[in-house]
């Protein structure tokens, strides 16, 4: 036996080889054959629900917003019946009184609201005399900012709480200018004083930077509450007329970005109910600012369930503010066709280049709405202003755990906190919302928008990097698993997306981390996978063939190519294992091939070169329409040779403004009409030849 | 070996590629390991060669270890290409290729094979940490070559103690040990160099700034326990003059300085 063993041994190893190698080798490719999947589906959506189009002119659907606002029993829209004269519904502000009273997260929101009830009250005089007596306790006992003592669990520092804050002391101080505050032990004229300058620091850094939450479509719906209060509220003109000039280009940031009844653009803070549908029973949550960009422009629709939205009813029951027409014109010229490019907020290694600090109180409240608490320049400074005023660590960083974590990690490597919090920054500068430049392009059958080469590689927390739409819910995006704030399909490990027109690639990597870092993702449980949103259910057909998968709503159609094999997951998620891997997302219609199958042969006949980097690809596409494109993880996006330009952009760039960034003048021209924002001498001018 | 070099060397480079790294690295490592361990027992018993007309025992070593090496090679080559990545490990492998044939061609009747086989022993350990950096990075940090040269020192230190310990043993096998060819208190002196030349080769990255460490202060602190066990094995061996009671406590020492360099090195970059 051991003679024959002998004998067959080379033939044996031989084999065992040739077995291996083409195993090894076969590993990569796992669809080949072709899938296809077919839904009936209804043509327009509005057949789903009782909803109210567009273009019926701004105060016909505020008039519209109030009837059905006036019918909710929500807390927001007590703000509505008061408004018109009508019964509040007492119970339905039991729990925003104790909810302000515990001072608990989010307590803001109410407040802000609560206060415009007062206010409208004082002219319609609708609340009894009891309530109001309870309604001013509650404002009198408030902690308005965290310099005030007292315990609490409130988060005031976000960009969207800052401004509801020093909103809410403002507004509290008006209205009653000669009480004691019981908590502050400052009167309301003191309170004016205080949160006057704070309501115009935050404005006006608004009109410089932009919003550091970039078109969050969940908090601009807290952001233009508080603001339309002070444009409606604020006994300093200037403050009014500065914060008007903020709703309006907040409207106009809608108009360039709303497609087919969304917010259909990346976003700075969103939440995966707003993102993700599992099917026709189960559609995304709406953009929380759905009602108002409706009301303001006419984009979208209305549904007569949202009568208790906050941004939507402080609208609605504004009798000072009113949107320029230049602004719903450009909505409705822009629906056909629009490119726009947008520049929000500043790294934080530019701070000193535009004034800033990081040492200072001052410094820290320009650093801490961008979610900068934690980066290395920041950190001591930050540790010391929560001993300063006893805030409870939790509240700043989600968890008191993280900062015992940095300073054992300092420890450890035998460096200073700022140093390990530099080291670590993929966690500690990836929550920060630095620069970011944002690019939509749209045309009647799709949009595709994307945040250009933002950040990539950091770890994020709510951001929604690039998105493709073709209808309200026929949308693709991706997301690589990860994140502090628990979402499972946002915020994310941030790519390198580089958009040009319809054409993106997307490039997910990350660079090595400290095994601590390695050992903090672990306990939080992030997937090691990728993961594109394509809803199956949404599209009229997907077909999915080798390393591509196309979806057809009606005329429109996206391809998406993943480098990395793909799973089918509840039918919506396509996923790949690893931290790396490179999307390429083509967008066409019925006017560019002609059906749907020729797309799809159009782009499965096409080159793609995907190959390895030490961080990232190398990736070569020739896209049917806009010829050769060329990405790498650091190096220009080019398009047939020329460079796209990927940033720094300027504040807004597109056919009807252009503004330097770090500026304060807006000029917004279309046709005959012109608005002019001068942020600097506190006017809006609003011309038509 | 290989995730030690992977570890030291990851800092800016991609998670993907660091992921595909340890995969497949320490695959083509492992197959490349135990090609190289099976070199030493070829030199080993090539003094038994012929005597067992039955079973080629020094054929069929040979066979097992260009196979493995063979799978090693080609596994190491489609993953280059698959991957993209710089050709340096490869001549890596090669390189070691070309040591193990020539080893197994001409070294099994040299004279100092039995120094030979602890080298290539050694070496086929402890290549994985250059291997492992050169799959990060084509340029090689100074502080892997310090942990190599370290590790690399206090191994063939150890296995000279170890081969005068054995020493009579050997003698009465006929094998021929490097402690057995040059004697051994030669070889005693021998091992107290390396000890020393161990030493410092630890002592250089504790000083300040000094690149590709991040731990520093785990580092300082584990290796002046390290520098403290090695120092006692240098000055036992310094004292020995051929006595052999020290040999176990010795050869225990430099085991636990081998075990504390690891720990250490994986701490400098954690």
């Known amino acids: 036996m051991k003679i024959e063993l002998k004998k067959h041994f080379k033939a044996l190893i031989i084999v065992a080889v040739l077995l291996i190698i083409p195993s090894i080798v076969s590993i990569p490719s796992k669809i080949n054959q072709s899938r296809r999947w077919v839904n009936n589906l209804p043509d327009n959506y509005n057949l789903l629900r009782n909803s109210y189009n567009a273009s019926i002119g701004y105060d016909a659907r505020k008039n519209v917003y109030l009837i059905d606002s006036n019918n909710s029993n929500g807390f927001y829209a007590q703000s509505t019946r008061v408004y018109l004269n009508e019964s509040v519904n007492e119970a339905s502000f039991l729990s925003s009184f104790d909810k302000i009273n515990n001072r608990e997260d989010t307590a803001d929101f109410r407040i802000v609201s609560l206060l415009r009830t007062m206010y409208l009250d004082n002219v319609s005089h609708a609340l009894n005399s009891t309530f109001k007596s309870q309604a001013k306790d509650v404002i009198l006992d408030f902690k308005y900012w965290f310099t005030e003592p007292g315990e609490d669990d409130m988060i005031m520092w976000t960009e969207n709480h800052m401004i509801l804050f020093h909103t809410a002391e403002l507004l509290a101080g008006q209205l009653y200018p000669n009480e004691t505050f019981t908590n502050s032990g400052m009167n309301g004229t003191d309170h004016i004083n205080h949160a006057l300058p704070l309501v115009n620091r935050w404005i006006n850094w608004r009109a410089r930077f932009g919003f550091a939450e970039w078109h969050s479509n969940i908090y601009f719906n807290q952001d233009l509450m508080a603001i339309l209060n002070l444009v409606e509220f604020a006994q300093d003109n200037d403050t009014s007329t500065k914060a008007a000039m903020l709703v309006d280009i907040l409207a106009f940031d809608f108009a360039n970005n709303f497609f087919k009844g969304t917010y259909a653009t990346t976003h700075g803070r969103t939440e995966d109910n707003k993102k993700v549908g599992t099917s026709l029973l189960d559609l995304p949550s709406r953009d929380s600012i759905a009602e108002i960009a409706w009301i303001l422009l006419g984009v979208g629709y209305h549904d007569p369930n949202s009568g208790d939205s906050s941004s939507a009813v402080a609208l609605a029951t504004s009798d000072r503010y009113s949107p320029p027409p230049i602004l719903e014109a450009i909505a409705n010229y822009t629906l056909d066709y629009n490119e726009h490019k947008e520049r929000g907020s500043i790294d934080i290694e530019d701070g000193p280049t535009y004034g800033f600090g990081y040492t200072s109180e001052d410094d820290l409240m320009f650093w801490w709405p961008m979610s900068t608490l934690a980066a290395g320049p920041v950190i001591e400074s930050t540790l010391g202003l929560i001993d300063t005023y006893d805030i409870d660590p939790n509240l700043v960083f989600e968890d008191e755990l993280l900062v015992d974590l940095l300073k054992f990690a300092a420890d450890l490597y035998g460096i200073s906190l700022s140093e390990v919090c530099t080291f670590l920054k993929e966690a500690t500068q990836g929550v920060a919302l630095e620069e970011v430049n944002t690019y939509t392009y749209r045309t009647p059958y799709y949009q595709l928008s994307g945040a250009q080469d933002h950040q990539k590689g950091l770890m994020g927390m709510q951001e929604n990097i690039w998105q493709a739409s073709l209808d309200e819910y026929a949308t693709v995006f991706t997301n690589s698993h990860g994140g502090f704030t628990g979402e499972d399909h946002v915020g994310g490990f941030k790519p390198r997306a580089t958009l040009y027109k319809n054409v993106g690639v997307i490039q997910y990597d990350r660079l090595s981390q400290s095994l601590i870092l390695e050992l903090v993702y672990a306990i939080l449980e992030f997937k090691d996978i990728t993961q594109a949103y394509f809803p199956r259910w949404a599209f009229n057909e997907v077909v999915q063939q080798d390393k591509w998968t196309f979806g057809r709503r009606l005329d429109s159609y996206v391809a998406l190519y993943s480098y990395e094999g793909t799973e089918w997951e509840e039918d919506i998620f396509l996923t790949s294992q690893g931290k790396k891997n490179a999307y390429i997302v083509e967008l066409g219609s019925v006017d560019d091939y002609g059906s749907f199958t020729n797309f799809t042969s159009s782009i499965l006949a096409t080159r793609v070169d995907v190959k390895h980097l030490p961080v990232g690809y190398s990736i070569e596409y020739v896209s049917p329409t806009q010829g050769l494109v060329t990405v790498t993880w650091d190096g220009p996006m080019n398009v047939k040779g020329a460079p796209v330009d990927l940033g720094s952009y300027a504040r807004f760039d597109n056919d009807f403004c252009y503004q330097d960034f770090n500026t304060l003048k807006t000029t917004i021209q279309y046709g005959r009409m012109t608005l002019e924002l001068d942020f600097e001498n506190a006017t809006r001018t609003y011309t038509e030849i | ?270």
């Not at chain 2, 018993?45 to 080629?56: A, I, M, P, S």
């Not at chain 2, 193990?100 to 402890?126: E, P, Q, R, T, V």
């Not at chain 2, 170890?162 to 043993?169: G, L, P, T, W």
């Open chain 2, 1 to 270: 070996m290989v995730l030690i070099g992977l570890e030291t060397t990851r800092f800016g480079v991609g998670i993907g590629r660091v992921n595909a790294n340890i995969y497949f690295g320490s695959i083509i490592f492992v197959l490349m390991a135990i090609s190289g361990m099976l070199v030493p027992l070829v030199l080993k018993y090539t003094h038994k060669e012929g005597k067992n007309r039955r079973f080629d025992y020094i054929k069929t070593v040979s066979i097992i270890c260009a196979s493995f090496f063979g799978v090693a090679f080609g596994l190491a080559i489609y993953y280059t290409i698959i991957y993209n990545l710089e050709t340096l490990s490869l001549f890596l492998l090669a390189f070691l290729g070309i040591i193990w044939f020539l080893s197994i061609y001409y070294g099994k009747n040299w004279k100092y094979k039995g120094i030979l086989g602890n080298i290539i022993m050694s070496l086929a350990f402890l290549f994985g940490l250059i291997y492992g950096a050169s799959l990060n990075n084509t340029l090689i940090p100074a502080i892997i070559y310090l942990f190599f040269g370290a590790a690399f020192l206090l191994q063939i230190s150890k296995d000279l103690i170890n081969d005068c310990k054995y020493i009579e043993r050997d003698n009465r096998e006929g094998y021929q040990s490097f402690a057995n060819t040059i004697g051994e208190e030669k070889a005693q002196k021998l091992s107290l160099i390396l000890d020393l030349v161990v030493i410092l080769f630890l002592i250089i990255p504790i000083f300040p700034e000094f690149p590709n460490i991040i731990g520093q202060t785990l580092y300082t602190i584990l290796i002046i326990i390290t520098i403290i066990f090695i120092g006692i094995a240098a000055l036992l061996t310094f004292r020995m003059n051929s006595e052999r009671k020290y040999y176990r406590i010795v050869k225990l020492l430099l085991r636990c300085g081998m075990f504390l360099i690891f720990t250490a090195f994986i701490l400098a970059n954690f």
